[in-house]
């Protein structure tokens, strides 16, 4: 039953969080810029322009235009684009499935990578390719995102030619109307460069994490008395050492979700990826006010989504963590 | 999507090889692509970009800026008031339905409710169909820009739009926007906006005489630069416009891709409010400023060379361009004038430039703010994204304001009317006017060129202004922005482009 409490309290919260965003974003979009200009060329009238402006609503009170906003969102009406005249959610949720399978293959590539790296790193500490991982750790930590793309589409986009440097190739339509880049060649192709380039913001921190986490574990009371027991190596070091470093990774890890959020924005801009971040960044200039509070919203809601999953991920992996909230 | 293509390209093959010889695809990017389909919903390039390709034009502009009969065979003047347009016959849309003066005179009233368009057309009074192949136009005075704004026609599919909805909408969804059926030498066979759009060849197209021998066109908007760049490097696209300047020997160096390069019309200019600063009032001080920004160097180290440096609105070409305007660089002149305005210590001011709507546009301003220092006017310098700018400059917020300009009509008369004129809310004259800048003069030669149709007394009102313009530096013209173009060898884009930047892509040749 704890379960059921928690999740009602969870989208409690979720309600909220997105009350308080639209009510951010809201208060913002004067600051944007005008919409109306990226609406009509140059030598239209401003009698015209404000006479749009009045069929917007544009010129209403804050609380009027608020309250139309609230009273549609609450029956999932977050507002018609003005560039792409769809409602927002439903471009934005176009552009979902893109940006989703970008994440995924960062995080493919950061927890192949990370893992082994880290552990490595803990248990030979002083090897020679120890002492590159860290040193390149660094060096990748302190590298911004975007350079890092450019590095990539110039080096293997444009130089070498190995790899396509924008957009998402060739997709397929699943039945339940999810484009996947996953099942063609052109398409997984097309998603290396980016997914390593968003990767690499995260990589360089969760080798260390690991590494750090490992090394705490393998000096611990219940590791030396394992060893003292005759387990064999391999099982100390895999099983009861690693276990108990995922605790803190998953909670950072659920924390950069964030930071990985933000970066799509970069990162697929740059490799003109059609996803969300992307999409984002456009309605930014182009001053596509309800494009930009529905992205923030639905942005808002996957955090909280993503924090309630992590939450669960913790009682996987320590039965002795509590839901938070639910009494035990 | 794949597998689609080839049996695209292949099928067209046949087709082709009947006829044109070779299908060709071709693959190009450009910074954005067009709102809509909808060709009066906004006045853009991009809107202009997509109607040469999906619609056609009654006549069209040629590379030295003379009009192509297109829809329309042939033109002529029956009086001072009236032209009639004949138009080709046996042209039909994509719909199948054949394209008569029926369908060019509805097109022509749509456009005159159209937001964007009807200041363009609002001289025009009437059209009328005489017969299926003949269009009177009656304009409410004599005008000499009736052919210019005949470019504006893109006649559309009458029964098909008011089948399907004929409104224009500027916000939100609406047929025409989402459909499109022209007489064009594209029909758009998918369109995800934002992401990529697919026109398949007219197997109908009236031009059979025209050489092009693109079956399959890509439009894929790449909104950053050096990711446009690296696309067409790698050999992903065949095709990018614009080019930055930062990359242009880039592309003419590389093997295997060229570079094309036009002087181009927009100029961009520093207005100096005489309202909000009275130093700017006095002529001697906007003359030293004139003569304190050295925009030969501009040009030079911060376009590097990708523009031609402007002392007048009009450009080479244009019936108001004055040859004996020249720039003037004198920093030793502009103090003197300082002195003589009595402003020997200087003075402060603001100003304002947006930092992404024109090439270099924030370094171009900080340029012009240091060289303003040493005539010890002390620049308060504000950029910002075009989105903030132009609420800003609605405002007249700034002391100094940047302001780039295309003429729509490619006639001088446009930018004194928006730019120069005396700013007039119920006419809508000056109303880019930020400097507040009046002189009667002006603005009678200006309307007079309206109604003038003898060419060259036109010209000589025209440049007349330009001259008063000048003389007392009435706002202070910079360069008009160059246009550059990247292609793949071999792809003959240099026999399609022009300086309105409407790439004639039907007309295009691929070599094998």
Request: net charge negative.
């Given at each position: 039953?704890?379960?059921?409490?928690?999740?009602?309290?969870?989208?409690?919260?979720?309600?909220?969080?997105?009350?308080v965003?639209s009510?951010?974003?809201?208060s913002?979009?004067?600051?944007?810029?005008?919409p109306?200009?990226e609406l009509?060329g140059?030598?239209v009238?401003?009698?015209?322009r404000?006479?749009?402006?009045d069929?917007?609503?544009?010129?209403?009170?804050?609380l009027?235009?608020?309250?139309r906003?609230l009273?549609n969102a609450?029956?999932g009406?977050l507002?018609?684009?003005?560039?792409?005249?769809?409602?927002a959610?439903?471009?934005i949720?176009?552009?979902?499935?893109?940006?989703?399978e970008?994440?995924?293959?960062?995080?493919?590539?950061?927890?192949?990578?990370?893992?082994?790296?880290?552990?490595?790193?803990?248990?030979?500490?002083?090897?020679?390719?120890s002492?590159?991982?860290?040193?390149?750790s660094?060096?990748g930590?302190s590298?911004?995102?975007?350079?890092t793309a450019?590095?990539?589409?110039?080096?293997f986009?444009?130089?070498?030619?190995?790899?396509?440097?924008f957009?998402?190739?060739?997709?397929?339509?699943?039945p339940?109307g999810?484009?996947?880049?996953?099942?063609t060649?052109d398409?997984?192709?097309?998603?290396?460069l980016?997914s390593?380039?968003?990767s690499?913001?995260?990589l360089?921190?969760f080798?260390?994490?690991?590494r750090a986490?490992?090394?705490e574990?393998?000096?611990t009371?219940?590791?030396?008395?394992?060893?003292?027991?005759?387990?064999?190596?391999?099982?100390?070091?895999?099983?009861?050492a690693?276990?108990?470093?995922l605790?803190?990774?998953v909670?950072?890890?659920?924390l950069?979700?964030?930071?990985?959020?933000?970066?799509?924005?970069?990162?697929?801009?740059v490799?003109q990826?059609?996803?969300?971040?992307?999409?984002?960044?456009?309605?930014v200039?182009?001053?596509d006010?309800?494009?930009?509070?529905?992205y923030?919203?639905v942005?808002g809601?996957?955090?909280?989504?993503?924090?309630?999953?992590v939450?669960?991920?913790?009682?996987l992996?320590?039965?002795?963590?509590k839901?938070?909230?639910a009494?035990g | 999507?794949?597998?689609?293509?080839?049996?695209?390209?292949?099928?067209?093959?046949?087709?082709?090889?009947?006829?044109?010889?070779?299908?060709?695809?071709?693959?190009?990017?450009?910074?954005a692509?067009?709102?809509s389909?909808d060709?009066?919903?906004?006045?853009s390039?991009?809107?202009?970009?997509?109607?040469?390709?999906v619609?056609d034009?009654?006549?069209?502009w040629?590379k030295?800026?003379?009009?192509?009969?297109?829809l329309?065979e042939?033109?002529?003047r029956?009086?001072?008031?009236?032209?009639?347009?004949?138009?080709?016959d046996?042209?039909?849309?994509h719909?199948?339905n054949p394209?008569?003066?029926?369908?060019?005179?509805?097109?022509?009233e749509r456009?005159?409710?159209?937001?964007?368009?009807?200041g363009i057309?609002?001289?025009?009074?009437?059209?009328t169909?005489?017969?299926?192949?003949?269009?009177?136009?009656?304009t409410d005075?004599?005008s000499?820009?009736?052919?210019h704004t005949?470019?504006?026609?893109?006649?559309?599919?009458?029964?098909?739009?008011e089948e399907?909805?004929a409104?224009?909408?500027k916000?939100?969804?609406s047929?025409?926007?989402?459909?499109a059926?022209?007489?064009?030498?594209?029909?758009?066979e998918?369109?995800?906006?934002?992401?990529?759009?697919?026109?398949?060849?007219?197997p109908?197209?009236?031009d059979?005489?025209?050489p092009?021998n693109?079956?399959?066109?890509?439009?894929?908007p790449?909104?950053e630069?050096?990711t446009?760049?690296?696309?067409?490097?790698?050999?992903?696209?065949?095709?990018?416009?614009p080019?930055?300047?930062?990359?242009?020997?880039?592309?003419r160096?590389n093997?295997g891709?060229k570079?094309?390069?036009m002087?181009?019309?927009?100029?961009?200019t520093?207005q100096?409010?005489?309202?909000?600063?009275?130093?700017f009032?006095?002529?001697?001080v906007r003359?030293?400023i004139?003569?304190a920004?050295?925009n030969?160097?501009?040009?030079?180290?911060i376009?590097?060379?990708?523009?031609?440096?402007?002392?007048q609105?009009?450009p080479?070409g244009?019936?108001?361009?004055?040859p004996?305007?020249?720039?003037?660089?004198?920093?030793a002149?502009?103090?003197?004038l300082?002195?003589?305005?009595?402003y020997?210590?200087?003075?402060?001011?603001?100003?304002?430039?947006?930092?992404?709507?024109?090439?270099?546009d924030y370094?171009?301003?900080?340029?012009?703010?240091?060289?303003?220092?040493?005539?010890?006017?002390?620049?308060?310098?504000?950029?910002?994204?075009?989105?903030q700018y132009?609420?800003k400059?609605?405002?007249?917020?700034a002391?100094?304001?940047?302001?780039?300009?295309?003429s729509d009509?490619?006639?001088?008369a446009?930018?004194n009317?928006?730019?120069?004129?005396t700013?007039?809310?119920?006419t809508?004259?000056?109303?880019?006017?930020?400097?507040?800048y009046?002189?009667?003069?002006v603005?009678e030669?200006?309307?007079?060129?309206?109604?003038e149709?003898?060419p060259?007394?036109?010209?000589?009102m025209?440049?007349?202004?330009?001259?008063?313009?000048?003389?007392?530096?009435?706002f202070?013209p910079?360069?008009?922005?160059?246009?550059?173009w990247g292609?793949?060898?071999?792809?003959?884009?240099?026999?399609?482009?022009?300086?309105?930047?409407?790439?004639y892509?039907?007309?295009?040749?691929?070599?094998?």
């Amino acid at each position: 039953m704890h379960i059921l409490a928690f999740l009602i309290r969870r989208a409690a919260q979720a309600m909220v969080v997105m009350f308080v965003i639209s009510i951010i974003g809201f208060s913002i979009q004067d600051n944007l810029g005008d919409p109306l200009r990226e609406l009509v060329g140059q030598s239209v009238s401003e009698a015209e322009r404000e006479a749009l402006r009045d069929e917007l609503g544009l010129n209403d009170p804050f609380l009027v235009q608020y309250a139309r906003f609230l009273g549609n969102a609450v029956q999932g009406d977050l507002g018609t684009s003005y560039f792409f005249k769809r409602p927002a959610i439903e471009v934005i949720l176009d552009k979902f499935p893109a940006t989703f399978e970008l994440v995924l293959g960062a995080v493919f590539i950061f927890v192949s990578v990370s893992i082994p790296a880290g552990i490595y790193c803990a248990i030979h500490r002083d090897s020679w390719l120890s002492r590159i991982i860290m040193t390149g750790s660094i060096v990748g930590i302190s590298i911004p995102v975007f350079l890092t793309a450019i590095f990539m589409v110039w080096l293997f986009g444009v130089e070498l030619g190995w790899l396509p440097a924008f957009g998402r190739g060739d997709t397929v339509t699943l039945p339940w109307g999810w484009d996947t880049g996953f099942l063609t060649w052109d398409g997984i192709s097309h998603l290396i460069l980016p997914s390593i380039t968003l990767s690499s913001i995260m990589l360089p921190l969760f080798i260390r994490l690991i590494r750090a986490e490992m090394l705490e574990a393998m000096g611990t009371d219940y590791v030396r008395f394992a060893r003292a027991k005759g387990l064999s190596t391999w099982r100390v070091r895999y099983v009861h050492a690693f276990r108990n470093t995922l605790l803190p990774v998953v909670t950072v890890g659920g924390l950069m979700i964030g930071t990985l959020i933000a970066y799509t924005i970069l990162t697929e801009t740059v490799f003109q990826w059609p996803g969300m971040g992307f999409l984002f960044l456009e309605a930014v200039n182009r001053v596509d006010t309800p494009l930009i509070i529905a992205y923030i919203i639905v942005v808002g809601l996957i955090f909280v989504v993503v924090n309630t999953i992590v939450d669960f991920i913790y009682t996987l992996i320590n039965p002795m963590v509590k839901l938070p909230g639910a009494k035990g | 999507m794949k597998t689609l293509r080839t049996l695209a390209t292949a099928a067209a093959f046949f087709v082709g090889a009947a006829g044109l010889g070779a299908a060709q695809t071709l693959n190009f990017a450009y910074d954005a692509d067009p709102v809509s389909l909808d060709p009066h919903e906004q006045l853009s390039g991009g809107t202009l970009q997509m109607a040469h390709m999906v619609f056609d034009p009654l006549i069209r502009w040629n590379k030295d800026l003379g009009f192509d009969p297109r829809l329309a065979e042939s033109w002529e003047r029956v009086d001072d008031t009236t032209m009639r347009f004949t138009l080709r016959d046996g042209v039909t849309f994509h719909s199948g339905n054949p394209m008569t003066a029926e369908d060019v005179v509805w097109t022509i009233e749509r456009l005159k409710e159209s937001p964007d368009f009807k200041g363009i057309f609002a001289g025009w009074v009437s059209a009328t169909a005489l017969d299926d192949t003949t269009v009177e136009i009656k304009t409410d005075g004599p005008s000499p820009l009736v052919l210019h704004t005949a470019t504006y026609v893109f006649p559309m599919d009458k029964a098909f739009y008011e089948e399907g909805g004929a409104e224009i909408v500027k916000h939100g969804d609406s047929f025409a926007s989402q459909n499109a059926s022209g007489t064009g030498p594209f029909i758009v066979e998918s369109r995800e906006q934002g992401v990529k759009t697919v026109f398949q060849r007219n197997p109908n197209y009236w031009d059979t005489a025209s050489p092009g021998n693109v079956q399959t066109a890509i439009l894929t908007p790449i909104k950053e630069a050096p990711t446009r760049v690296a696309a067409l490097l790698a050999g992903d696209v065949d095709f990018i416009a614009p080019v930055p300047p930062t990359d242009l020997d880039r592309i003419r160096d590389n093997d295997g891709t060229k570079l094309v390069t036009m002087t181009g019309t927009r100029i961009i200019t520093l207005q100096l409010n005489q309202k909000r600063n009275e130093a700017f009032a006095d002529p001697r001080v906007r003359q030293a400023i004139a003569y304190a920004i050295n925009n030969e160097g501009i040009v030079d180290k911060i376009m590097k060379g990708f523009g031609t440096v402007a002392a007048q609105q009009s450009p080479a070409g244009y019936v108001g361009y004055n040859p004996d305007l020249t720039p003037r660089f004198d920093v030793a002149k502009a103090q003197a004038l300082m002195e003589e305005a009595g402003y020997a210590d200087g003075f402060s001011a603001t100003m304002m430039c947006p930092n992404n709507r024109y090439v270099n546009d924030y370094k171009i301003c900080e340029a012009a703010a240091a060289m303003l220092a040493k005539i010890k006017i002390d620049i308060d310098l504000t950029t910002m994204p075009k989105a903030q700018y132009w609420p800003k400059f609605d405002e007249r917020a700034a002391d100094i304001m940047m302001i780039g300009w295309h003429s729509d009509t490619e006639d001088s008369a446009n930018f004194n009317e928006f730019l120069t004129m005396t700013p007039d809310a119920d006419t809508g004259r000056g109303q880019y006017n930020s400097g507040n800048y009046s002189n009667p003069k002006v603005d009678e030669l200006t309307l007079a060129s309206l109604t003038e149709t003898d060419p060259a007394k036109r010209a000589a009102m025209l440049q007349e202004v330009e001259k008063i313009l000048y003389d007392e530096a009435a706002f202070i013209p910079l360069h008009w922005q160059d246009l550059a173009w990247g292609a793949r060898e071999g792809v003959m884009i240099e026999d399609v482009l022009n300086v309105m930047n409407f790439p004639y892509l039907g007309d295009l040749v691929i070599e094998e």
